[in-house]
T-cell receptor
Framework: DGGITQSPKYLFRKEGQNVTLSCEQN?????MYWYRQDPGQGLRLIYY???????QKGDIAEGYSVSREKKESFPLTVTSAQKNPTAFYLC????????????FGQGTRLTVV | RKEVEQDPGPFNVPEGATVAFNCTYS??????FFWYRQDCRKEPKLLMS???SGNEDGRFTAQLNRASQYISLLIRDSKLSDSATYLC????????????FGKGTHLIIQP
């Protein structure tokens, strides 16, 4: 089945550590996105990539980094510079930019302990 | 003014009733519109795209009013399983980074 897979589903991090969240898609989509959702809040865009080897900062990129070495993969690293990393992280992909509908992975719930 | 605004609710509606909620957007040049459904602690899932002429999918009807800059979602014969948060999503156009999400409207269908 085609889809988007995020792992792990739950992740616990100690303060000061970097962690990497995985996102893989086999939908042959060009565009991939990372969003963050806090309780009772909407989704906020962290980074997006419209094509391999290219990515752009979203609204809240500080403290995060990404790479797009393969079309299928768009990992997100939450660095120690992110002051409040506890949140629900959602990866999405779409066929391309320009307002096409996006499809989401199941999300990773990150907790700093 | 926020880019995409929704009434957070909750809307408490008896099973079988019809419920409607709106979403307003600030950018008149916005090009694409969607409704997503999000269950508690789950990922958003596309419910339907919203077309200029309006569109219907079973019990769900979506409308777009460009003049007043809002989209609406109507749910007829509501089911218990319709309980969820409904996210209004807009693509602003003009080379924007991606989709802009509203904070969602929480719907509770009561037996």
């Amino acid at each position: 089945d085609g889809g988007i897979t995020q792992s792990p589903k739950y992740l616990f991090r100690k303060e000061g550590q970097n962690v990497t969240l995985s996102c893989e898609q086999n939908l042959n989509h060009d565009a991939m996105y990372w969003y963050r959702q806090d309780p009772g809040q909407g989704l906020r865009l962290i980074y997006y990539s419209q094509i391999v080897n290219d990515f752009q900062k979203g609204d809240i990129a500080e403290g995060y980094s990404v790479s797009r070495e393969k079309k299928e993969s768009f990992p997100l690293t939450v660095t120690s510079a992110q002051k409040n990393p506890t949140a629900f992280y959602l990866c999405a992909s779409s066929r391309g930019p320009g307002g096409r509908e996006a499809f989401f992975g199941q999300g990773t719930r990150l907790t700093v302990v | 003014r926020k880019e995409v605004e929704q009434d957070p609710g909750p809307f408490n509606v008896p099973e079988g009733a019809t419920v409607a909620f709106n979403c307003t957007y600030s950018n008149s040049a916005s090009q694409s519109f969607f409704w997503y459904r999000q269950d508690c602690r789950k990922e958003p899932k596309l419910l339907m795209s919203v077309y200029s002429s309006g569109n219907e999918d079973g019990r769900f009807t979506a409308q777009l009013n460009r003049a007043s800059q809002y989209i609406s979602l109507l749910i007829r014969d509501s089911k218990l399983s319709d309980s969820a948060t409904y996210l209004c999503v807009v693509y602003p156009g003009g080379g924007a980074d991606g989709l802009t999400f509203g904070k969602g409207t929480h719907l509770i269908i009561q037996p």
